[in-house]
C-alpha cells in the first residue's frame, strides 16, 4: 500500500535491516531492535539521497527507503485527514453501523450530505461497519447485500487484536462476495478495510 517498506535503519550505533512501517501517528520499524516514533515527538525530519533522517527524544534515526524517503516525508509532515484518507466527499450518502469513535459522527456531519445510523440508508455511498470481534463479523453477509453499484463498505475493527485479525476481516469480505482493496489506519487502535463489489458484479 506504499505505507510499509524493507529496508536498513541507522539508529545510534545500531544497524538493522527490517521492516518499517508508515502508520496514521506514528512510525514504526521492526528489525534486530525496535522503534516507534510518534509524528507529535518528532523534532526534525528530512529526506537526504533516499534517506530519511528523523531527530525525536530519544536520538537520531535514519531510514534507508530509496525514492520511498520523500513520499514518507511529505506523509508524515502533511497527514491526510481521516475524511480524505476513506475518501468522503462533501455531499455523500454515509451509513454507519455499531459503536464507532464518538467523534467519528460529526466529522462525518461536517462533509457528508446524509448520515443514517443503525442500518445501511437508500442509496449509500459508503457505508461504516464496526466490528469487535469474530462474532460480529458475521453481519458482514447481511450488509453487503444492501450495497448498490460502487458502493464501499469499509470495516473498521480493533488494530493488533487476536480477537480479530485482518484475515479475519478479509475472509468474512469475500464470503460476501465483496473484493478487499483499501487499508488505512483509522485512529491510533482502529483498523479501516474497505470492500467493494467486484466490477463483474455490479
Same mark, same amino acid.
Given at each position: 500500500?506504499? +505505507? @510499509?517498506?524493507?529496508? !536498513?535503519? $541507522?539508529?545510534?550505533?545500531?544497524?538493522?535491516?527490517?521492516?518499517?512501517?508508515? *502508520?496514521?501517528? %506514528?512510525?514504526?520499524? $521492526?528489525?534486530?531492535?525496535?522503534?516507534?516514533?510518534?509524528?507529535?515527538?518528532?523534532?526534525?525530519?528530512?529526506?537526504?539521497?533516499? *534517506?530519511?533522517?528523523?531527530?525525536?527524544? @530519544?536520538?537520531?534515526?535514519?531510514?534507508?527507503?530509496?525514492?520511498? &524517503?520523500? =513520499?514518507?516525508?511529505?506523509?508524515?509532515?502533511?497527514?491526510?485527514? $481521516?475524511? %480524505?484518507?476513506?475518501?468522503?466527499?462533501?455531499?455523500?450518502?454515509?451509513? !454507519?453501523?455499531?459503536?464507532? *469513535?464518538?467523534?467519528?459522527?460529526?466529522? /462525518?456531519?461536517?462533509? &457528508?450530505?446524509?448520515? !443514517?445510523?443503525?442500518?445501511?440508508?437508500?442509496?449509500?455511498?459508503?457505508?461504516?461497519?464496526?466490528?469487535?470481534?469474530?462474532? @460480529?463479523?458475521?453481519?458482514?453477509?447481511?450488509? &453487503?447485500?444492501? /450495497?448498490?453499484?460502487?458502493?464501499?463498505?469499509?470495516?473498521?475493527?480493533?488494530?493488533?487484536? =487476536?480477537?480479530? !485479525? @485482518? +484475515?479475519?476481516?478479509?475472509?468474512?469480505?469475500?464470503?460476501?462476495?465483496?473484493?478487499?482493496?483499501?487499508?488505512?489506519?483509522?485512529?491510533?487502535?482502529?483498523? &479501516?478495510?474497505?470492500?467493494?463489489?467486484?466490477? +463483474?458484479?455490479?
Amino acid at each position: 500500500m506504499g +505505507n @510499509e517498506a524493507n529496508c !536498513t535503519v $541507522r539508529f545510534g550505533k545500531q544497524v538493522s535491516a527490517g521492516k518499517a512501517l508508515l *502508520e496514521t501517528s %506514528e512510525l514504526i520499524f $521492526r528489525g534486530e531492535f525496535r522503534l516507534k516514533i510518534p509524528f507529535a515527538q518528532i523534532q526534525s525530519l528530512k529526506a537526504v539521497d533516499g *534517506e530519511l533522517r528523523i531527530d525525536f527524544p @530519544e536520538g537520531h534515526a535514519s531510514f534507508e527507503l530509496g525514492p520511498q &524517503a520523500e =513520499k514518507w516525508a511529505n506523509k508524515i509532515l502533511h497527514p491526510k485527514s $481521516r475524511m %480524505e484518507k476513506l475518501g468522503i466527499k462533501s455531499g455523500s450518502k454515509v451509513s !454507519t453501523i455499531g459503536a464507532l *469513535e464518538s467523534d467519528f459522527p460529526q466529522e /462525518l456531519k461536517e462533509i &457528508a450530505g446524509e448520515v !443514517t445510523a443503525g442500518k445501511v440508508g437508500a442509496g449509500s455511498d459508503c457505508v461504516f461497519f464496526s466490528a469487535g470481534s469474530q462474532k @460480529e463479523l458475521s453481519s458482514v453477509a447481511k450488509i &453487503a447485500k444492501s /450495497l448498490k453499484g460502487g458502493a464501499a463498505l469499509w470495516i473498521v475493527y480493533p488494530k493488533g487484536q =487476536k480477537m480479530i !485479525t @485482518e +484475515n479475519d476481516v478479509i475472509a468474512s469480505g469475500r464470503k460476501a462476495g465483496l473484493k478487499d482493496v483499501k487499508v488505512v489506519g483509522f485512529s491510533a487502535t482502529l483498523t &479501516a478495510l474497505k470492500f467493494v463489489i467486484p466490477l +463483474n458484479k455490479r
